[in-house]
């Protein structure tokens, strides 16, 4: 009878701990579905919700005014419009050899002095170019008569000259490295590069 109960008890506390086992792995299952559902609440705390129609702020389920977004949407806002805005400032060309400003060139600044002035933040560099011939120091001498001619023009149209440098590249950067009228001129030009917003 000893060995009979004995026997049962062992039994008895195999179950329990058999049971005990799986309840346990049951659990731990419940709560990995639980993970889930509680990220869920907390991204839905942690977003802004809508406002509602009376206009005023709106609060998150836990009554806490949410923060308001980060200023990265006004940095992305800025560099599309600082790439917009380098996009419309268009080259100027020149004749060979001159460093003068054709009517065409004149046109074209007041439309970069338009934009400049839509945008008073905007500092330019003005790089002055030439085309493939003549000596390197010739040209970077010429690049450099360009530039300063397209920014002295601009000055006398508003721009101050503190948002206005100049430098020269000479024949270093070609537009178009043909050999022919066409190429050279693409090359004798005046780019307008923004330095800071």
């Known amino acids: ?3 009979q109960a004995v026997r049962a008890f062992v039994l008895l506390c195999g179950g329990v701990l058999f ?7 049951e659990a731990v299952k419940k709560d990995e579905t639980l993970v ?6 907390t991204k839905q705390v942690n977003e802004k919700p809508a406002a509602s129609e ?17 200023a990265k949407a006004n ?16 080259n100027i060309y020149f004749d ?5 400003l054709s009517e065409q060139a004149r046109t074209t600044l007041v439309k970069n002095v338009d934009m400049m002035r839509k945008n008073p933040a ?17 040209n ?17 149209l508003g721009v101050p000259e503190k948002r206005l440098s100049v430098i020269s590249y000479g024949k270093e950067k070609p537009a178009d490295t043909g050999h022919d009228e066409a190429a050279w001129a693409k090359n004798r030009r005046d780019e307008f590069v923004i330095i800071s917003k």
Do not use: W
């Open 1 to 3: 009878m000893k060995k």
């Open 19 to 25: 049971v005990g086992g799986c309840a346990t792995q």
């Open 36 to 41: 889930p559902s509680t990220v869920s609440q």
């Open 54 to 70: 009376t206009g005023s702020t709106p609060v998150a389920a836990d009554g806490v005014q949410p923060e308001s977004q980060p």
């Open 75 to 90: 940095t992305d806002a800025s560099a599309t419009n600082v790439l917009q805005l380098h996009t419309a400032l268009e």
């Open 96 to 100: 060979f050899d001159a460093p003068t």
């Open 122 to 138: 905007v500092t330019v560099r003005i790089e002055g170019n030439c085309d493939e011939r003549g000596s390197s120091e010739y």
């Open 140 to 156: 970077l001498a010429l690049g450099e008569k360009r530039a300063k001619s397209a920014k002295q023009y601009m000055a006398t």
